[in-house]
């Protein structure tokens, strides 16, 4: 079975600049999860998402992050403009329908600096 | 008060002995609980998940899941170095949310 695939592995970018980052999770899991993970912190939920719908966003800075995920499968992740505070690691995780284990699987994740 | 939270670290034992993580979670509504671990550079994966009161065994791991007291627990027996890493609390309600992790370290 393939594992959850992101894109980039890692990204380097100016502050204020825009980037993107893009998630396929496996195939038949409905929710899929955005984290950011800044060095020595846990993963901060950024949005979660079932299947199409949104189930929570309430941690991600609207006004220069957003989401979406495409016919309920792949999923993309974009900073517009860029924080010097932004550098992490942006991971992304999916988890089979509700009703069955919920454990989130990760990708490898994306290294985002920003100079 | 944070959602999830963990017992600081670092945490250092000796090769062989019992290393106890501890979490407390603030939602009452949540309903599973994941353990995961973390290697330094790599993403978090799934060691323990829980989701009923009293303890759960795997293997050297056991998990324990208090939910009048809002706790969670993991114990590792006969730690290796191999185990030393970042371990990673998650609760899950409607969100899948984490603690800030607390790094284990096992001295041979």
């Known amino acids: 079975e393939a594992g959850v695939a992101q894109s980039p592995r890692y990204k380097i970018i100016e502050k204020r600049q825009s980037v993107a980052f893009w998630c396929n999770p496996i195939?038949?899991?409905?929710?899929l999860y955005w984290y950011q993970q800044i060095l020595g912190q846990g993963p901060k939920l950024l949005i979660q998402f079932q299947n199409n719908g949104v189930v929570d966003d309430s941690q991600l800075p609207k006004d220069r992050f957003s989401a979406e995920r495409l016919k309920g499968v792949d999923s993309t992740l974009k900073i517009q403009p860029a924080k010097l505070e932004d550098s992490a690691v942006y991971l992304c995780?999916?988890?089979?329908?509700?009703?069955?284990?919920?454990?989130?699987?990760f990708g490898q994740g994306t290294r985002l600096t920003v100079v | 008060q944070k959602e999830v939270e963990q017992n600081s670290g670092p945490l250092s034992v000796p090769e062989g002995a019992i290393a106890s993580l501890n979490c407390t979670y603030s939602d009452r509504g949540s309903q599973s609980f994941f353990w995961y671990r973390q290697y330094s550079g790599k993403s978090p994966e799934l060691i323990m998940f829980?989701?009923?009161?009293g303890d759960k065994e795997d293997g050297r791991f056991t998990a324990q899941l208090n939910k009048a007291s809002q706790y969670v627990s993991l114990l590792i027996r006969d730690s290796q170095p191999s185990d030393s890493a970042t371990y990673l609390c998650?609760?899950?309600?409607?969100?899948?949310?984490f603690g800030q992790g607390t790094e284990l370290s096992v001295k041979p």
């Open positions: 829980i989701y009923s009161n």
């Open positions: 195939s038949g899991h409905a929710t």
């Open positions: 995780a999916s988890s089979p329908p509700v009703g069955g284990l919920t454990e989130a699987f």
């Open positions: 998650a609760a899950q309600g409607g969100k899948l949310i």
